[in-house]
């Protein structure tokens, strides 16, 4: 069920080992819209080179999502992910090394242009997922376009298949095993109202926005259990992406908002900034007015952090058509945003004088220093952006072990239901809504969900 990144490489896995294969999606032609192909094409695990060593990487993951990750789950994929990576090398796929930054030695050829907006057609994702398609094809899988997948077939108490609607119908799939990769419940606004933000639709959708949550619904309707469903894997945004689609899914107002403050109508911060883009991104969605808020900085923040990370907010965000607010003193900016200026002037004074005394963990809320450094606020102009939050998918789903399998309630698998990639819970999140590599969880749960269906036949 869904043919991104985690369907087609169970499937194609899976005709290798000599089963036969079914893939339905949604989308429409061979180019249909998924997260995989929008994706920037980084192939890594919290943030390391998946070449790594195992125990290293899963504690990478450990550390990243605060204890969160299942430690099977880790394992898995640290101990899986280079032959995974390679396997996926041997299809086809190409790759190239950024020979400077450690976490992206492997990132699917060609990477993205720098700029803002999206940019998918011919990169390596796009590449990556019509390599797979035709290779599938060669070995002779079925591929089922314009297929929504609605509901599971049951049968003596297992998943048996899947029945879908095409435009001449409704139609079933009998099956020994489906796999659940339909990349996460992002997109249904009524799911992210019961667990990601008060507000969703005032949340941007920084993915594709084809996915529903219909795999979740179905494996809850046969008992399956769920898991961290309220983080989500995302980033800052500037507010006018909602009209402007230059402005996303890059560039990203991370760099900025981590050395600056965050801040909300009252001139009051938020969140820890230090924590990091997807944090914030986090705490902006859960808030009941997730449209209020600013990131405030100045001059020399615009200049250094802004010019920071791969596309850059600076000059990136401007040359879309941003609103850079600008102003001389941090009242008169106040103003021009609608904040209260003497809120902001108290929480700039207090932001830079801990920073100067080193007591930024006194703040209210701490700020820590570790991952992200602060930087002071103080020479003009000074700036702001109206931000929001983006969401590329959500990081919660489905409880399963480190077979793939899913699990109910009671911790027991269900007979002949899989997940993988975006679907799968107990793998990001956390307190701090740490992300492990979406790409990864993918690719790596999809050829495992392959080699244990065909394990369990043989
Ligand atoms: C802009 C952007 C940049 C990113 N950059 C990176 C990166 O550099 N590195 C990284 O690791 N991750 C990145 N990601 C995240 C990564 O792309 C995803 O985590 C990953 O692609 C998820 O793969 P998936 O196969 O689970 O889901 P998807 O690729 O979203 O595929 C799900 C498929 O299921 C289909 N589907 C949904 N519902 C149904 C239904 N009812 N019936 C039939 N079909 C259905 C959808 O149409 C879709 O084709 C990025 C994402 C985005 C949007």
């Keep these: 069920m869904g043919a991104g990144l985690a369907g087609l490489t169970a499937a194609v896995r899976a005709r290798e080992l000599g089963l036969s294969v079914a893939v339905l999606d949604q989308g429409s032609g061979d180019r249909y819209l998924c997260n995989s192909r929008y994706s920037g094409g980084i192939l890594h695990l919290a943030f390391q080179d998946i070449a790594n060593d195992p125990a290293s990487l899963t504690r990478a993951m450990t550390e990243a999502t605060g204890g969160f990750i299942k430690s099977s789950l880790a394992e898995l994929l640290a101990q899986n992910g280079l032959r995974t990576v390679h396997w996926l090398r041997d299809q086809g796929v190409r790759f190239i090394r950024n020979p400077q930054v450690a976490w992206q030695h492997w990132v699917l050829a060609p990477p993205r242009a720098i700029t803002g907006g999206l940019d998918w057609e011919g990169r390596g994702p796009d590449l990556a997922l019509r390599t797979l398609l035709a290779r599938l094809r060669t070995l002779g899988g079925e591929v089922h376009l314009d297929t929504r997948v609605e509901r599971a077939l049951i049968r003596d108490g297992r998943c048996a298949g899947l029945v879908a609607r095409q435009p001449s119908g409704m139609v079933e799939f009998e099956a020994n095993a489906v796999l659940v990769a339909d990349g996460g419940f992002q997109a249904n606004l009524d799911l992210m109202k019961q667990h990601v933000s008060p507000k969703p639709d005032g949340v941007l959708q920084r993915g594709s926005g084809m996915s529903r949550g219909d795999g979740l619904r179905l494996a809850t309707e046969l008992g399956a259990a769920t898991t961290g469903m309220e983080a989500f894997y995302g980033h800052l945004l500037v507010r006018e992406a909602f009209e402007n689609p230059k402005l996303w899914p890059y560039p990203q107002v991370d760099e900025i908002a981590c050395a600056g403050v965050v801040v909300d109508r009252a001139g009051e911060r938020v969140a820890d900034e230090g924590l990091g883009g997807v944090y914030l991104a986090n705490q902006i969605a859960h808030r009941v007015d997730p449209l209020g808020c600013h990131v405030i900085f100045d001059a020399a923040i615009w200049d250094t952090q802004g010019r920071q990370s791969r596309i850059p907010a600076n000059p990136h965000l401007l040359r879309g058509g941003a609103t850079l607010v600008e102003a ?131």
């Design 328 to 458: 001389p003193t941090l009242a008169a900016l106040a103003e021009r945003i609608g904040v209260s200026a003497q809120g902001l002037e108290r929480t700039v004074a207090a932001h830079n004088q801990a920073i100067s005394t080193g007591q930024c963990a006194q703040l209210t809320p701490a700020r820590s220093t570790a991952k992200h450094a602060p930087a002071p606020i103080v020479g003009a102009p000074f700036h702001a952006f109206a931000i929001c939050a983006g969401i590329t998918h959500t990081a919660g789903g489905l409880q399963i072990d480190e077979r793939t399998r899913v699990l109910d309630q009671s911790g027991a698998p269900i007979a002949g239901l899989h997940a993988a990639g975006a679907a799968v819970g107990g793998i990001e999140g956390g307190p701090q809504a740490g992300y492990v590599g979406g790409l990864m969880k993918a690719l790596v749960l999809g050829v495992v969900a392959a080699e244990q269906v065909a394990g369990e036949r043989s």
